[in-house]
Each structure stands twice: as structure tokens, then as C-alpha cells.
T-cell receptor, first 111, second 112 residues
Framework: DADVTQTPRNRITKTGKRIMLECSQT?????MYWYRQDPGLGLRLIYY???????NKGEISDGYSVSRQAQAKFSLSLESAIPNQTALYFC??????????FGEGSRLTVL | TQLLEQSPQFLSIQEGENLTVYCNSS?????LQWYRQEPGEGPVLLVT?????EVKKLKRLTFQFGDARKDSSLHITAAQPGDTGLYLC????????????FGDGTTLTVKP
């Protein structure tokens, strides 16, 4: 079983719809992250959380919100999806070594 | 915001050739990581370098961290088709502990 699990893996939705991407991890790490990946733009940080009570904006947080329901769960929401939010989204977690462990990604298409 | 520039963006070579990918910044990083990503999967860590001038080898891959800890390179010797993928560098600096900045990536294709 994967250490970091994302659901759904693929989602097609329409402009204006609310979307939630879920992430759970079995690494026992406190730190969790949501990244967005677009072709040619690498990975850009949306939100991150260092523990259950800690939520921080990343470099591209506008249009997104997150919820840290438990140490193992960190969800990303798009309250009103728009086409330029079409992208591949990755959840990640890290421990003391700094190594990021990524999920397999959630591909979101907004029509 | 610290920026990491990777070059080249795309690289297509024949099996057996050597290649070098560069990751440069004007900022100093406390550590720098290289990840490899295959289609449909998340990035996977290859190496972390933390000391200026450090050289690490992983089979046919050689990683260097610049003396000033602002740049890094990845050299692959005798590339194989299995090396095909997206290579990403990521840096963490002291003022943003726990946050990594990623380069835009180098897409490598190794043809048999």
C-alpha cells in the first residue's frame, strides 16, 4: 500500500463547481503539503501544514482552501473551480530528513 | 521567493551518452534535493546534498553541490532508456525551514 494516498486520481468538473481532493498518509509525519504541477512550471506550493493546528499559505493559495482533519489527513478544496485550475495536484509529507514523500497525484480538469 | 532555474528544460539523447543537468539560483540553500518523476507518478527522491562542494554518487548518477550552496548539477554516465523521466531539483533555505522550492524540471528522453 502507498504511504501517501490521494483521491480521486482523476476528476473532470465544470466551472463553478466545488471540488475536494483528499490525501491520507501512513508515514506518521506531522508535515503535509499540497503542490500543483503544470507543464514546464515544476511544482508550486499551494498550502502546507506542520501539525494539525497549523495551516500556512504557499506561493499560489488564491482560489484554494485546505483542512487538516487529523495528523494523517490533509484535504484541498476548490470552492468554485475555474479552467486555469486544470492541473496535476500532489500531496506530500515529510519527516525529520526533509525527504518529501509524494502521492501519485490527482489530475483535475475544469471545463 | 527563492528561484531555482534548471537547464536544459528538455534533453533527448541516445543510449550510452553522458549528460549533465544544472540547477542554479542566486539564493543560498541549506540543502538541495534531486527528485525523479515518471509519468503518472509522484516525484521520488534521488539524493540530498547539504555541504558546499559535496559530491555524491548513486551508481551512474553523480550529484554536486556548489561551494557556495547556490547551485547543483546532476551528471548521468552512459544513460539508459530507464533513465527517462522528469528530473527536479528542490532547495530548502534556513529562512523557510520545512518548505522546498522546486525548479521547473528537466525532461530527459533516452532513446534505445
Amino acid at each position: 500500500d502507498a504511504d501517501v494516498t490521494q483521491t480521486p486520481r482523476n476528476r473532470i468538473t465544470k466551472t463553478g463547481k466545488r471540488i475536494m481532493l483528499e490525501c491520507s498518509q501512513t508515514k506518521g509525519h506531522d508535515r503535509m503539503y499540497w503542490y500543483r504541477q503544470d507543464p514546464g512550471l515544476g511544482l508550486r506550493l499551494i498550502y502546507y501544514s506542520f501539525d494539525v493546528k497549523d495551516i500556512n499559505k504557499g506561493e499560489i493559495s488564491d482560489g484554494y482552501s485546505v483542512s487538516r482533519q487529523a495528523q494523517a489527513k490533509f484535504s484541498l478544496s476548490l470552492e468554485s473551480a475555474i479552467p486555469n485550475q486544470t492541473a496535476l495536484y500532489f500531496c506530500a509529507t515529510t519527516g525529520d530528513t526533509g525527504e518529501l514523500f509524494f502521492g501519485e497525484g490527482s489530475r483535475l480538469t475544469v471545463l | 521567493t527563492q528561484l531555482l532555474e534548471q537547464s536544459p528544460q528538455f534533453l533527448s539523447i541516445q543510449e550510452g551518452e553522458n549528460l549533465t543537468v544544472y540547477c542554479n539560483s542566486s539564493s543560498v540553500f541549506s540543502s538541495l534535493q534531486w527528485y525523479r518523476q515518471e509519468p503518472g507518478e509522484g516525484p521520488v527522491l534521488l539524493v540530498t546534498v547539504v555541504t558546499g562542494g559535496e559530491v555524491k554518487k548513486l551508481k551512474r548518477l553523480t550529484f554536486q553541490f556548489g561551494d557556495a550552496r547556490k547551485d547543483s548539477s546532476l551528471h548521468i554516465t552512459a544513460a539508459q532508456p530507464g533513465d527517462t523521466g522528469l528530473y527536479l531539483c528542490a532547495g530548502e533555505d534556513n529562512t523557510n525551514a520545512g518548505k522546498s522550492t522546486f525548479g521547473d524540471g528537466t525532461t530527459l528522453t533516452v532513446k534505445p
